[in-house]
């Protein structure tokens, strides 16, 4: 069975310092990978997916991630942050069954200092 | 478009009752994903229904269950509720003909048991 490990509980950067989540899967075939981001109270919001095809990834709100096979890694990153971008972000992977069921790793919440 | 649309939003029930939490997907969507956050568990997959029919099935008990409406809509009831069940449940849709699409998600029910 397929899962996901984010190795950072909570991160805190300065606004406008780069930045840079982790997030490592274990899965036999080729992964689905998504990184999905949720504000206090909401439900989660999709920022970039990756199926196939070009490893490096764009998404909404300025963000990246870079799929690595051999890491077994798909570390979103975004150069710039903002204060908005403080939340929890979670990183999730489908497995190529037929159907939706997405493992979600832990969740790194994302703390911006002025 | 309007979005995935969860109601209640929050809900308080007691020990040993029954809830039904709704979910309207995205116009368009026939799949409907159901999930279980808890601060100790994190995002847990419950189940997933396609067109009326329960497809994939998460890891949880019997008192757990859910439907598909033909309009897409889905309700998920848990009976005999117990402390542990309260957690934030989230609904998600996606059109879902292929495996993997990514998934758009309500802001969640809160259900608290006293």
């Known amino acids: 069975a397929q899962s996901v490990t984010q190795p950072d509980i909570h991160i805190t950067v300065s606004e406008g310092a780069s930045l840079e989540l982790r997030c490592n899967y274990s899965?036999?075939?080729?992964?689905?990978l998504f990184w999905y981001v949720q504000s206090p109270g909401q439900g989660l919001q999709l920022l970039l997916k990756?199926?196939?095809?070009?490893?490096l990834v764009q998404g909404i709100k300025g963000f990246e991630a870079e799929f690595k096979r051999s890491q077994s890694s798909f570390n979103l990153r975004k150069p710039s942050v903002h204060w908005s971008d403080a939340a929890e972000y979670f990183c999730a992977v489908g497995d190529d069954n037929y159907g939706q069921n997405f493992v979600f790793g832990p969740g790194t919440r994302l703390s911006v200092l002025p | 478009k309007a979005g995935v649309t969860q109601t209640p939003r929050y809900l308080i029930k007691t020990r040993g009752q029954q809830v039904t939490l709704s979910c309207s997907p995205i116009s368009g969507h026939r799949s409907v994903s159901w999930y279980q956050q808890t601060p100790g568990q994190g995002l847990q997959f419950l189940f997933e229904y396609f067109s009326e029919t329960q497809r994939n099935k998460g890891n949880f008990p019997g008192r757990f269950s859910g439907r598909q409406f033909s309009n897409s809509r889905s309700e998920m009831n848990v009976s005999t509720l117990e402390l542990g069940d309260s957690a934030l449940y989230l609904c998600?849709?996606?059109?879902?003909?292929?495996?993997?699409?990514?998934?758009?998600f309500g802001d969640g029910t809160r259900l608290s048991i006293l």
């Open positions: 899965y036999g075939a080729t992964p689905y």
């Open positions: 998600a849709s996606s059109p879902g003909g292929t495996a993997n699409q990514p998934q758009h």
């Open positions: 990756y199926f196939s095809g070009d490893t």
